[in-house]
């Protein structure tokens, strides 16, 4: 089965940038769109980003637009996340997701049923 490892969490002061990355182990991974989405404590998963692999359109939600892209570097098979100009708010466990079986994802991109693949998670902490 493939799994996901994400990577590039950490603690940075409000202001600062980080980027994920998030790796299939294993083998290449085809899908129709990958996302990242985030978990705050106390808080329901909520989809941050997404990257439909047909067209290349990507979604944000609107307290990340101008502050996060998602990108894939298809030589690697990785997929992106820069996150620049964090906030307090920022702060949540980050969790790659890809959709492989099916294409509702382009109709849901944001949507967490939408995916049937999960990584593990990636801590990001941001400090004021």
């Known amino acids: 089965q493939v799994q996901l490892v994400e990577s590039g969490g950490g603690s940075v002061q409000s202001g600062g940038s980080l980027r994920l990355s998030c790796a299939a182990s294993?083998?290449?991974?085809?899908?129709?769109?990958a996302a990242w989405f985030r978990q705050a404590p106390g808080k329901e998963r909520e989809g941050v980003s997404s990257?439909?692999?047909?067209?290349?359109?990507?979604y944000y939600t609107d307290s990340v637009k101008g502050r996060f892209t998602i990108s894939r570097d298809n030589a690697k098979n990785v997929v992106y996340l820069q996150m620049n100009s964090l906030k307090p708010e920022d702060t949540a466990v980050y969790y790659c997701?890809?959709?492989?079986?099916?294409?509702?994802?382009?109709?849901?991109?944001?949507?967490?049923?939408?995916?049937?693949?999960w990584g593990q998670g990636t801590q990001v902490t941001v400090s004021t």
């Open positions: 294993g083998t290449t991974l085809n899908y129709y769109v």
């Open positions: 997701a890809v959709a492989t079986g099916s294409i509702i994802a382009t109709m849901y991109p944001l949507d967490a049923h939408s995916y049937d693949t």
């Open positions: 990257l439909s692999v047909s067209d290349g359109r990507s």
